[in-house]
């Protein structure tokens, strides 16, 4: 009965004239098929990405300062794969965090593992966590993530333990793994939104960022959509 059910199901799905090899070859693929959707759905889980965003999705269209060969270039994730971080600044409503997410969606696709982080989020769980013991154990945590993605960078400066905080992430991550930063503010700001707290630690963070890093400067007016005003009501 099962040998007539299964020989039903090869002519159902058009597969009977093949060989047994051509079977045993398919039915391989797909099993590695769907290992692969699954790895990537537990990758995709695991980096709670801010927004669905692939690099397909971005809008090259609106004027601001994106080149689409550097973005193509960067969704083939060599750059993960050399160790490079990506920074990515603009004004508010550029489209910083969906550019973000879609790279490291891309890096995802491509076998990395990702994680993303608001900053100022960052810093009150690594507060936190000083305190109840497991401080050491998340540094290490972030420590191995393929890409570690921190939005919402130096929305406000930092104090100084804060700052030493920044350090300690960036510094596991230096030449190891890869960073993208996702900021307000141009990269030529940094250093003095760092140096509230120690302009020692501000350098050694930047030397850490800056270096072999790859650069989207993003401009022009916000992408977001305005919600017209509600309309008055007539009177009769």
Known sequence: ML???TLDKLDALGLFGLSFDERLGL??????EARDSRRLALRLKAAKLRQEASVEDIDFRT???LDRSVIMSLAQAGWVAAHHNVLV???TGAGKSFIGCALAHAAIR?????AYLRTPRLLADLALSRGDGRYVRRLAQLAKVGVL???????????LIEAKDLLE????????RSTLVISQLPVEAWHPALAAGDPTLADAILDRLVHDAHRLALKGSSMRRRQPPPEEPSVA
Do not use: K, M, Y
């Open 149 to 159: 993605v921190l939005d919402d960078f130096l929305l406000t400066s930092p104090s």
């Open 89 to 91: 600044t603009g004004p």
């Open 169 to 176: 992430v960036i510094d596991d991550r230096s030449q190891v």
């Open 110 to 114: 491509r076998g990395h593992t990702a």
């Open 27 to 32: 039915l391989v693929d797909r099993e590695a």
């Open 63 to 65: 004027p601001r300062g």
């Open 3 to 5: 040998i007539n059910q």
